[in-house]
């Protein structure tokens, strides 16, 4: 699978501020996941917006979704020094079979100042 | 709901020894389950994906003989890898996606490291 392409790659940012991460890719989409890592452990499922969605909220969470640009992007807002961790994007391509692997991005690793 | 597990968590091996690590899903049944690797600072790959009851397919350049896998139930598929060397060192996360509400969706485990001395 090729990975689509995130910007930025790292980001560091004071306690409280917003943390904005893009993620582009360049199949056709049955739809969109963002995940967070935490060094070293697995991957916590954060959203999921589908192809036909343009913008999704799940508490400090805010996702859009432009499947003319191929791309998305990841909203945190008011971040907390727990919110540090690398995030990734996942598409879940547009097939028949539903049985395709997700592409992750490349990730961005977020940084919260206290 | 829709709970993954690995096993081991944790691996060390020697180089040339063959290593199996086991993804479960607790609470549906798996149709599909999906293999992962993730190298240090890295995004994860996939590898392979495997239907129950039939063979796995590999990504390309994902050597087949050299990860062996099997998918034996609805709840169970390993991975083996065979005759591991240093290059193998990794996390390795299996998902799963079957039969829940949200069918659509997959369920990550937690990942295994495995690192080969």
């Known amino acids: 699978s090729q990975q689509g392409e995130e910007d930025p790659q790292a980001l560091s940012i004071q306690e409280g501020e917003n943390a904005t991460m893009n993620c582009s890719y360049k199949t056709s989409i049955n739809n969109l996941q963002w995940y967070r890592q935490n060094s070293g452990r697995g991957l916590v499922h954060l959203i999921l917006?589908?192809?036909?969605?343009r913008e999704k909220h799940s508490g400090r969470l805010r996702v859009t979704l432009d499947t003319s640009k191929k791309s998305s992007s990841l909203l945190i807002t008011a971040s907390r020094a727990a919110d540090t961790a690398s995030y990734f994007c996942a598409t879940d391509p547009f097939s028949g079979g539903g049985a395709d692997g997700l592409t992750f991005g490349k990730g961005t690793h977020l940084i919260i100042q206290p | 709901g829709a709970v993954v597990s690995q096993h081991p968590s944790r691996v060390i091996c020697k180089s040339g020894t063959s290593v199996k690590i086991e993804c479960r899903s607790l609470d549906f049944q798996a149709t599909t389950m999906f293999w992962y690797r993730q190298f240090p600072k890295q995004s994860l790959m996939l590898m392979a994906t495997?239907?129950?009851?039939?063979?796995?397919?590999?990504e390309q350049g994902v050597e087949k003989d050299k990860f062996l896998i099997n998918h034996a139930s609805l709840t169970l598929s390993t991975l083996t890898v065979t005759s591991a060397h240093p290059e193998d060192s990794s996390f390795y996360i299996c998902?799963?996606?079957?039969?829940?509400?949200?069918?659509?969706?997959?369920?990550f485990g937690p990942g295994t490291r495995l690192t080969v001395l």
């Open positions: 917006i589908r192809s036909n969605e």
């Open positions: 998902s799963a996606k079957g039969r829940t509400r949200t069918y659509n969706e997959q369920f």
């Open positions: 495997s239907n129950e009851g039939s063979k796995a397919t590999y």
